[in-house]
């Protein structure tokens, strides 16, 4: 089955405390990117990657990294997560670019106490 | 600065009606423009899409009205059924780039 996989689906952290939340494709698709949802703001996008190794900011990066080694993965790492990182996660992947469909994982969702 | 504005916040429509939600963007780079629908507990799923050199795309119960020099574009969803009820984000997109609308939360009654 085509799916995006978002590891883990809840996750409650400390100030501080590195984190790490793992996405995986199975469809061979280039473009993979990372949003979080918050109520009243829709989704904005945290980072993408058009490609391995190429991975670029998107809307709201700070306080986010992300790598692309593989084609089929691409996590996002909290270096130092805040409270106000506090949100609804989710890692979508598209065939080549952004103008064509989107799968979306089933959603990461974080506290930050 | 929201690239995207859709309205309204929530919708509640009687089944067999119609409902009508409503977005408009700034960035004339915008390529495609697609609609998603959001149930609880799950991530976004395309629901229908459409780019800019057409005015209209009907799948189903499903019509996105497109016009390009108001840089608007509507959702209808005919004969509304409870099983619609969910929550819908329009999208404009480059091609590195999808920006979401804030979202319709849409409640069909009985």
């Known amino acids: 089955e085509a799916q995006v996989t978002q590891n883990p689906r809840y996750l409650i952290t400390v100030t501080g405390k590195k984190l790490t939340v793992t996405c995986s494709q199975n469809?061979?698709?280039?473009?993979m990117s990372w949003y979080r949802q918050d109520p009243g703001l829709g989704l904005r996008q945290i980072y993408y990657?058009?490609?391995?190794?190429?991975?670029d900011k998107g809307d709201v990066p700070e306080g986010y990294k992300v790598s692309r080694k593989e084609k089929r993965n691409f996590p996002l790492i909290l270096e130092s997560p805040s409270p106000n990182q506090t949100s609804l996660y989710f890692c979508?992947?598209?065939?080549?670019?952004?103008?064509?469909?989107?799968?979306f994982g089933q959603g990461t969702r974080l506290t930050v106490v | 600065q929201q690239q995207v504005k859709q309205s309204p916040q929530s919708l509640i429509v009687q089944k067999g009606g119609i409902s009508i939600i409503n977005c408009a963007y700034e960035?004339?780079?915008?390529?495609?423009f697609p609609w998603y629908q959001q149930f609880p507990g799950k991530g976004p799923a395309l629901l229908i899409a459409?780019?800019?050199?057409?005015s209209e795309k009907k799948e189903g119960r499903f019509t996105i009205s497109f016009n390009k020099s108001a840089k608007q574009f509507s959702l209808h969803i005919m004969d509304s059924q409870p099983g619609d009820s969910a929550t819908y984000f329009c999208?404009?997109?480059?091609?590195?780039?999808?920006?979401f609308g804030t979202g319709t939360r849409l409640q069909v009654t009985l």
């Open positions: 979508a992947s598209s065939l080549r670019a952004l103008n064509t469909e989107a799968f």
């Open positions: 960035n004339t780079a915008f390529d495609y």
């Open positions: 999208a404009a997109s480059t091609a590195s780039k999808l920006t």
């Open positions: 459409i780019r800019p050199d057409v």
């Open positions: 990657s058009m490609n391995v190794e190429v991975t």
């Open positions: 469809m061979n698709h280039e473009y």
